[in-house]
Each structure stands twice: as structure tokens, then as C-alpha cells.
């Protein structure tokens, strides 16, 4: 028995020192230490020993075991740190190839504006107000003195939901502007009011200039003594701003919207620079704001005393703003999201619009 130790304990060690690979030592430690390895049979055989012989063989097989144990341990260590020389000497990282590109996205043209817009009316003293683009008929349409059977109601231009989901007798639509914003926005706060709404809204259109969502900005101003020349300051003040010239001129033309009374349609004037209109000058005029004072109807419906608050308001596109200044020419290429086009109108999301930079720096 002593000899049969001995004896394999010496073939072990041989197989451990002869193993040149990691899985060439495992199959020697299964052989040996494994549920039908060689020493865990022995180990098995101290069961049915006599208490003398176990005295005596004992130390002997669990010394088999502990050599045999620190052995592939040893070896592993040794088989390891060889593999990993091995590795060090033959991979290296080359520092002087090129770095790959690292794909970079840009502010989209609509938020880019929308965020210039803010910074200029926070100047003024408005604040963003933000609300929900699933409206119910009554803050999108009866607040705003739309009357029952006017067009903007139909089927066909406005996006309706089922009639199941209509809530407390008001249909449910996605808003086709932005003035319900106004609308909860004068239920819910105490005037003065000054305040920009600008979003998403949807509008059952769809060509080459009208897309079915689209962005709109909305202004609402709710003071005591407010009158239209505040209006015209506001917009002129805005515009300069906006398009970054002191020689925007307004023209202010009467028009006719259900919210306001008066109401009036804001042009800009153009001039013509190597075949292109650029914004500045009167050579010729262009429509960019729908405005006028708040219809008394409207102040009232959102339970203020028109004859203590007046106010004006006004809206415009956003997408269209966007196109102006900084010159794309199809509408729809704003929602395609195609990155060549992205890469090129995109901003740099660090360009962060400042008033003393210029908002379009
Ligand atoms: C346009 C014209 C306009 C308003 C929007 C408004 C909102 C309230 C009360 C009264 Cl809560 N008016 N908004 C007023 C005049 C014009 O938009 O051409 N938009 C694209």
C-alpha cells in the first residue's frame, strides 16, 4: 500500500510537471481529484478501515491529497503567468493609428429655435408654459370662442378620438394649437400673465408645406391697461431679436381670428440680396405672426372680468421661423429624420444660444 502511494504520488507529479496547457492540467486533476479520480479513491478506502490502519494510513493519503492539490495549483499559476508573457509580448496598441470617429448628433433646427425663442421672451419677462397635446374640445376650441360650425372643427382637419373617450361631454383631439396652454394656463393662475406656449400640434394636412405635426409658439400677455401698442413693441422687439438685424420692419395688417378682437396679421419686411429674400428692408413684405387682443369672450370663458384684465396674444410657426433664418426650403425634410440633413441644419449641442453672443451664434 505505502508503495502504491509513493508510486502515484510520482506519476501525479509527473503528469502535473508535463501538463503544457491549462485544459491538459485540468484532465490531470480530474484523473486524480475528480468524483473517479485515482486519490479520491483512496480517500474513499479510509471508511472501511480498522481505526489502527486509518491511524497509519491517514496522514499518508491526505498528504497524497495536499501534495497533489498545491501541485495543480502551483502548475496553474506557472501555466497563467506563462500565457499571459506570452500575450504581452506579442499584442501591443499601436498609439499612432487613427482614433475611430465617434458619431456625434445635433440639435435639430425646430429645438434649436425653440430654445433662441425662450431666451429672448425670458428677456422680456415670459415664462415657458408647457401643457398636454391630447386636449379635450372645450380648451382647444369653446374657450377660444371657436363657434360649433366653424371649418377648423371639421372631421378633416382636425384629429379626433373615438366619441368612447370624450370626458365630461368635451371630445377628446390632439391639439391643432397651442393655445389651450393659454387657455389652462388663465383657469389656473392669477394675472398679470405673461407667458410663451410653444409645441407640438397636429393638423389633419399633408403636402409640401403642411406636415400633420408641426411646431407652434403662442404668446399670451394678461395685464391691466394692456393695448395693441404693447402688442406691436412685444412682436418688434422679438423679430430684431429673432433675426438678428435693427432693420426689421413690421407691418401691421387687420385680419380677423375668433380669439381676438382686434385682430391683426404681422408682416416683415424683405429685401432682395443676389436673387435671395432676406429678412430686413421693405422691399417686400412677408407674413410671419398672427396676433390681436384678446377677445373679451375668451377672458371670460377663463373666468377673468374683462373689463378689469386685457391682454394680447399671438402665434406662429416654429418650423417656419426656422426655415427664414437659417434657409431650409422643404418642410418635410424636418421630420424625415435623415442624418445627412441633421448634420447639416443640426447644431452643436454646446452652442448654447446667448442674447450678448448672438442667439444663432
Ligand atoms: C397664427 C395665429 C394666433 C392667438 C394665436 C390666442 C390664444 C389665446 C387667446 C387669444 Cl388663449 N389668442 N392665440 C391669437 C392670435 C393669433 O395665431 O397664425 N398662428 C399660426
Redesign the pocket.
Known amino acids: 500500500m505505502m508503495t502504491d502511494i509513493a508510486t502515484l504520488q510520482t506519476e501525479l507529479m509527473a503528469a502535473i510537471d508535463s501538463a503544457d496547457t491549462l485544459d491538459a492540467l485540468d484532465a490531470v486533476r480530474i484523473s486524480a481529484l475528480g468524483k473517479q479520480g485515482s486519490v479520491s479513491a483512496l480517500l474513499k478506502t479510509m471508511g472501511a478501515m480498522s481505526p489502527d490502519e486509518r491511524q497509519t494510513q491517514g496522514p499518508i493519503i491526505n498528504g497524497l491529497r495536499e501534495s497533489v492539490t498545491a501541485g495543480l495549483a502551483a502548475k496553474k499559476a506557472a501555466l497563467e503567468t506563462a500565457e499571459l508573457n506570452r500575450r504581452l509580448a506579442s499584442e501591443y496598441v499601436d498609439m499612432t493609428l487613427p482614433a475611430p470617429e465617434t458619431p456625434r448628433g445635433t440639435v435639430h433646427p425646430v429645438s434649436q429655435v425653440m430654445d433662441e425663442l425662450a431666451e429672448i421672451f425670458a428677456d422680456m419677462g415670459f415664462a415657458v408654459a408647457e401643457g398636454r397635446e391630447i386636449e379635450d374640445d372645450w380648451h382647444n376650441f369653446t374657450a ?1 370662442n371657436i363657434p360649433e360650425t366653424h371649418p377648423a372643427r371639421a372631421m378633416h382637419d382636425t384629429f379626433y378620438f373615438p366619441d368612447e373617450m370624450a370626458r365630461e361631454g368635451s371630445k377628446m383631439l390632439l391639439r391643432t ?1 397651442t ?1 389651450p396652454v ?2 389652462r394656463t ?1 383657469t389656473s393662475q392669477e394675472p398679470p400673465i405673461r407667458i410663451i406656449a410653444p409645441g407640438r400640434v397636429y393638423r389633419s394636412d399633408s403636402d409640401a408645406t403642411h406636415t400633420p405635426m408641426f411646431h ?1 409658439i ?1 404668446g ?1 400677455v394678461i395685464d391691466k391697461g394692456i393695448h395693441l401698442g404693447h402688442l406691436k413693441w412685444t412682436l418688434e422687439t422679438f423679430l430684431k431679436a429673432y433675426f438678428e438685424r435693427e432693420d426689421v420692419v413690421l407691418r401691421l395688417r387687420p385680419s380677423y ?1 375668433p ?2 378682437e382686434p ?1 391683426v396679421e404681422v408682416d416683415v419686411g424683405y429685401s432682395m440680396v443676389n436673387g435671395k429674400r432676406v429678412i430686413g428692408g421693405s422691399e417686400g413684405w412677408m407674413e410671419v ?4 387682443m ?2 373679451r369672450k ?1 377672458i371670460e370663458a377663463c373666468g377673468l372680468d374683462p373689463d378689469i384684465w386685457q391682454g394680447f ?5 416654429v418650423d417656419r421661423l426656422a426655415m427664414l433664418k437659417y434657409g431650409m426650403d422643404d418642410l418635410r425634410a424636418f421630420f424625415d429624420g435623415d442624418n445627412r440633413w441633421l448634420q447639416h441644419y443640426g447644431f452643436d449641442a454646446l452652442d448654447v444660444p446667448t442674447l450678448s453672443g448672438g442667439v444663432g451664434a
Open positions: 377660444l394649437h393655445s393659454q387657455i388663465m407652434q403662442e399670451l381670428f380669439f381676438t385682430s405672426l398672427g396676433s390681436g384678446v377677445h375668451v396674444a399671438f402665434g406662429t410657426g
